[in-house]
């Protein structure tokens, strides 16, 4: 789902936001021990294991809470080039540090 809702925000950029963010949230997912951990618990895990300070995310949950609510915006092809690089960055870090098990310690930390 992760890597289909990536590329329907390229394809679509009313909905890229959603989209994106949507993509962030299976990530999250993955991190909860339970299906009734809260995800408030979660995010300062995933944070932590994939490197990025809250404030990297920020602009990809801005520009999905409107089309969440009903209320569809047009995102330009430069905020939705921004939160598409954001999400692929740390899917490409989930991916190298869960799945494949490599290290991403010294890698930057994303803010």
């Known amino acids: ?23 962030i949230e299976t990530i999250m997912q993955d991190f909860k021990v339970s299906e009734d951990e809260e995800s408030k618990i979660t995010w300062p895990k ?33 905020n939705a080039r921004d939160i598409i690089r954001r999400s692929l960055l740390l899917v490409g870090r989930y991916s190298r540090s869960k799945i494949l098990g490599l290290s991403i310690a010294n890698e930057q930390l994303l803010k």
């Open 46 to 78: 995933v944070q932590s294991s994939l490197r990025f300070d809250k404030s990297f995310v920020e602009p990809v949950n801005r520009c999905s809470k409107s089309n969440r609510h009903g209320k569809p915006i047009f995102l330009n092809a430069e």
């Open 1 to 23: 789902m992760c890597l289909s809702d990536l590329r329907n925000a390229s394809l679509n950029l009313h909905d890229a936001g959603m989209l994106c963010y949507r993509a």
